[in-house]
T-cell receptor, first 118, second 109 residues
Framework: EAQVTQNPRYLITVTGKKLTVTCSQN?????MSWYRQDPGLGLRQIYY???????DKGDVPEGYKVSRKEKRNFPLILESPSPNQTSLYFC?????????????????FGNGTRLTVT | DAKTTQPNSMESNEEEPVHLPCNHS???????IHWYRQLPSQGPEYVIH???SNVNNRMASLAIAEDRKSSTLILHRATLRDAAVYYC??????????FGKGITLSVRP
């Protein structure tokens, strides 16, 4: 089944303790992205990747890192989490990439990771 | 990225049609118009997309203005399961695919 898988679904941690949220897709998609969702603010993009080793900042990248060493995985790294990073996180992927051939391809979202930083 | 604006919320009655508007006045000629929806406690899901012509699929219809500066997502017969947040975004070459706050649709029984 084609899907975007995020792990873990729920995570409670303490300030400053490094953590990684994994994201994996099995659709050979070139484009991957991370969003955070907070009440009243909608979905805000953190980082995105147009292909392997090609990443760029979204609208709210501060405090986050990403890597794209292989096509299927796009982990989100919080080196020193803070309480203001408590949020619901979504990973998404799409066929679109550096070529414009698939610009109309839809995004596929994971089920989300609810992170609480105390 | 072309910015989209949507009303914050809309209410509908069950089994009646719903028209959800979206303005995208800065859309470029090659940007597609995508709609997604997010049901409670779930990730967003794709609904429909178009470029210039109106589009229909099993979930909804998309009406695109002739100047492409606005579009309308049409749910022909709203059901309680259609209560969700609906997002309109523009996508194009090198676009970041940024979402906004979306429009919250409530459906009354």
């Amino acid at each position: 089944e084609a899907q975007v898988t995020q792990n873990p679904r729920y995570l409670i941690t303490v300030t400053g303790k490094k953590l990684t949220v994994t994201c994996s897709q099995n659709m050979n998609h070139e484009y991957m992205s991370w969003y955070r969702q907070d009440p009243g603010l909608g979905l805000r993009q953190i980082y995105y990747s147009m292909n392997v080793e090609v990443t760029d900042k979204g609208d709210v990248p501060e405090g986050y890192k990403v890597s794209r060493k292989e096509k299927r995985n796009f982990p989100l790294i919080l080196e020193s989490p803070s309480p203001n990073q408590t949020s619901l996180y979504f990973c998404a992927s799409s066929m679109r990439g550096l070529s414009s051939r698939y610009d109309n391809s839809p995004l596929h979202f994971g089920n989300g990771t609810r992170l609480t930083v105390t | 990225d072309a910015k989209t604006t949507q009303p914050n919320s809309m209410e509908s009655n069950e089994e009646e049609p719903v028209h959800l508007p979206c303005n995208h006045s800065t859309i470029s000629g090659t940007d597609y118009i995508h709609w997604y929806r997010q049901l409670p406690s779930q990730g967003p899901e794709y609904v429909i997309h178009g470029l210039t012509s109106n589009v229909n699929n099993r979930m909804a219809s998309l009406a695109i203005a002739e100047d492409r500066k606005s579009s309308t997502l049409i749910l022909h017969r709203a059901t309680l399961r259609d209560a969700a947040v609906y997002y309109c975004i523009n996508t194009g070459a090198n676009s970041k695919l940024t979402f906004g706050k979306g429009i919250t649709l409530s459906v009354r029984p």
